[in-house]
């Protein structure tokens, strides 16, 4: 289930969004500590539309409660002689407000900075204060810190709640409805959130599909929380829906790679899409390297077979492919790479991979970096050329791919001056995902030669689908499936 906070700051607000939150909750959280006033319980709980938890929150457990303590466990203990569906009590408040049926008490404990090392005796203590459910709300930014939680979860014996603030609690809510949590938490819209990145209602249901994930669900990892992420889990969700397949995706951070194989083996992932940043430490887990990956030493994407791990690099392909076909337009030949000077702007994952592979094709790779050292290191490794960043002005070039953004030494400034670019030009640019960006609208009006950033993505989405699912993707489906914010004047 989905419970839905209420977060407003007035009685006609709240009961606003109480009505709204029917269409996409089954449970609904009012924050008392939010009114400016103090309201009337009986009447708040009178207008619900579907069972309530009323909470109280103090400043130190993420609230905004400015009265004494006398008062608020006075409001508390209000909500539940009034007959709220739930109420929340702070551990150390437990033992001021008894049970009183048919209200039922939700014991929380909160820890705003992290998961402590402690927090399988806390969770036994709230055991102990006799719950009807147990909430835990704690900082987890990595699986290694969101571990012990899952193993809770896994092993409760009484309902329990986890709710892991920021962006990488969206992976503890998919967890949580798959072991069979009661409920996880939402916010009716953007703007309202009770916290700062808490998932919308909307986006769990269209997006991570939170509904269709059961406990014989198989999980694809997708590392990483930007809107790259976002767009790869709402695609891949789309293809495992249309055809039927019980997988679903998990959004995940990283952290320590070897725990993170161990977390990956016990959560038993079907596979994983690896964001750029970890696409060659993903390797040290032992993967066994398939096709580009294996030139590349990094792979972007991993099976789990009988055998083990399999990795692929299908971006490498991708990228590889979409420079191909731009360069034929213009240079027609067998081999449209061969002498042809391409700037890699921006040392990344990216830039190392997309070099070697010029390389490979006979063609001229320079990498541009302001990290001199590092660059000459990635440039010996492919076997090309390194420049300073601020050089790629004078340098010739056929081709320019923005690999990753960096500082102009000279003005300071992010991104690449436009100015120089010639006629005729080609230019990727690997940091817009499905808009142009404003790199590549300068440059189209100055005559460039641009490859489009959302077909380029849909390309790799299609591998990555085509990878995972096993089966011919239509491209219609993927479009579709994009969440329509990102595709607002493309």
Same mark, same amino acid.
């Given at each position: 289930?989905?419970?839905?906070?209420?977060?407003?700051?007035?009685?006609?607000?709240?009961?606003?969004?109480?009505?709204?939150?029917?269409?996409?909750?089954?449970?609904?959280?009012?924050?008392?500590?939010?009114?400016?006033?103090?309201?009337?319980?009986?009447?708040?709980?009178?207008?619900?539309?579907?069972?309530?938890?009323?909470?109280? #929150?103090?400043? !130190?457990?993420?609230?905004?409660?400015?009265?004494? %303590?006398?008062?608020?466990? =006075?409001?508390?203990? &209000?909500? $539940?002689?009034?007959?709220?569906?739930?109420?929340?009590?702070?551990?150390?408040?437990?033992?001021?407000?008894?049970?009183?049926?048919?209200?039922?008490?939700?014991?929380?404990?909160?820890?705003?900075?992290?998961?402590?090392?402690?927090?399988?005796?806390?969770?036994?203590?709230?055991?102990?204060?006799?719950?009807?459910?147990?909430?835990?709300?704690?900082?987890?930014?990595?699986?290694?810190?969101?571990?012990?939680?899952?193993?809770?979860?896994?092993?409760?014996?009484?309902?329990?709640?986890?709710?892991?603030?920021?962006?990488?609690?969206?992976?503890?809510?998919?967890?949580? #409805?798959?072991? !069979?949590?009661?409920?996880?938490?939402?916010?009716? %819209?953007?703007?309202?959130? =009770?916290?700062?990145? &808490?998932? $919308?209602?909307?986006?769990?249901?269209?997006?991570?599909?939170?509904?269709?994930?059961?406990?014989?669900?198989?999980?694809?990892?997708?590392?990483?929380?930007?809107?790259?992420?976002?767009?790869?889990?709402?695609?891949?969700?789309?293809?495992?829906?249309?055809?039927?397949?019980?997988?679903?995706?998990?959004?995940?951070?990283?952290?320590?790679?070897?725990?993170?194989?161990?977390?990956?083996?016990?959560?038993?992932?079907?596979?994983?899409?690896?964001?750029?940043?970890?696409?060659?430490?993903?390797?040290?887990?032992?993967?066994?390297?398939?096709?580009?990956?294996?030139?590349?030493?990094?792979?972007?994407?991993?099976?789990?077979?009988?055998?083990?791990?399999?990795?692929?690099?299908?971006?490498?392909?991708?990228?590889?492919?979409?420079?191909?076909?731009?360069?034929?337009?213009?240079?027609?030949?067998?081999?449209?790479?061969?002498?042809?000077?391409?700037?890699?702007?921006?040392?990344?994952?990216?830039?190392?991979?997309?070099?070697?592979?010029?390389?490979?094709?006979?063609?001229?790779?320079?990498?541009?970096?302001?990290?001199?050292?590092?660059?000459?290191?990635?440039?010996?490794?492919?076997?090309?050329?390194?420049?300073?960043?601020?050089?790629?002005?004078?340098?010739?070039?056929?081709?320019?791919?923005?690999?990753?953004?960096?500082?102009?030494?000279?003005?300071?400034?992010?991104?690449?001056?436009?100015?120089?670019?010639?006629?005729?030009?080609?230019?990727?640019?690997?940091?817009?995902?499905?808009?142009?960006?404003?790199?590549?609208?300068?440059?189209?009006?100055?005559?460039?030669?641009?490859?489009?950033?959302?077909?380029?993505?849909?390309?790799?989405?299609?591998?990555?689908?085509?990878?995972?699912?096993?089966?011919?993707?239509?491209?219609?489906?993927?479009?579709?499936?994009?969440?329509?914010?990102?595709?607002?004047?493309?």
């Amino acid at each position: 289930m989905i419970c839905i906070s209420i977060n407003q700051e007035s009685r006609r607000l709240a009961m606003a969004d109480m009505v709204n939150a029917k269409l996409f909750g089954d449970v609904l959280e009012l924050r008392l500590d939010r009114f400016g006033k103090s309201p009337d319980i009986g009447e708040m709980i009178g207008a619900r539309t579907k069972p309530i938890i009323m909470s109280c #929150r103090r400043p !130190g457990d993420g609230g905004q409660w400015d009265g004494t %303590e006398d008062e608020r466990l =006075a409001i508390l203990r &209000q909500c $539940i002689i009034s007959k709220a569906d739930y109420v929340e009590i702070e551990l150390d408040a437990a033992d001021d407000i008894r049970p009183f049926p048919p209200s039922k008490r939700v014991i929380s404990y909160t820890n705003l900075s992290e998961v402590p090392t402690d927090i399988l005796n806390i969770y036994e203590e709230c055991k102990t204060k006799r719950p009807d459910v147990i909430k835990l709300v704690v900082l987890a930014r990595t699986p290694e810190e969101a571990w012990p939680l899952v193993q809770i979860l896994a092993k409760a014996v009484v309902p329990t709640v986890v709710v892991g603030l920021g962006k990488p609690g969206l992976m503890l809510s998919i967890l949580s #409805r798959k072991i !069979g949590a009661p409920w996880v938490y939402a916010a009716l %819209e953007r703007g309202i959130e =009770a916290y700062p990145g &808490q998932p $919308i209602a909307e986006d769990l249901k269209t997006i991570y599909r939170l509904q269709d994930i059961q406990k014989t669900t198989r999980l694809i990892g997708v590392t990483g929380f930007g809107d790259r992420e976002l767009i790869t889990v709402a695609v891949l969700n789309a293809v495992f829906a249309h055809e039927n397949m019980p997988i679903r995706c998990l959004p995940t951070g990283v952290g320590n790679m070897k725990t993170f194989g161990k977390i990956m083996e016990a959560v038993k992932l079907a596979g994983a899409v690896i964001d750029d940043e970890h696409q060659t430490e993903i390797v040290d887990i032992g993967v066994q390297l398939r096709g580009t990956a294996k030139e590349t030493n990094a792979a972007d994407i991993i099976v789990h077979k009988p055998d083990g791990w399999h990795g692929m690099h299908l971006s490498g392909v991708v990228w590889v492919n979409a420079l191909r076909n731009a360069l034929k337009k213009r240079y027609p030949s067998d081999n449209p790479f061969k002498d042809r000077f391409i700037v890699l702007a921006g040392l990344n994952g990216s830039s190392r991979m997309i070099a070697k592979e010029i390389q490979r094709h006979q063609g001229n790779a320079i990498i541009a970096s302001s990290d001199k050292k590092a660059a000459a290191a990635v440039a010996a490794e492919a076997g090309c050329r390194f420049i300073a960043f601020d050089a790629l002005y004078t340098t010739m070039h056929d081709v320019l791919v923005v690999c990753d953004e960096e500082k102009d030494e000279k003005t300071g400034r992010k991104g690449i001056r436009t100015g120089y670019v010639k006629q005729g030009m080609i230019v990727m640019d690997m940091t817009a995902i499905t808009k142009p960006s404003e790199l590549l609208k300068e440059v189209e009006m100055r005559g460039c030669e641009i490859v489009q950033p959302l077909e380029l993505f849909l390309d790799l989405l299609e591998q990555q689908a085509k990878t995972l699912s096993g089966k011919p993707v239509a491209r219609e489906l993927l479009w579709e499936a994009i969440p329509a914010r990102f595709l607002e004047e493309v």
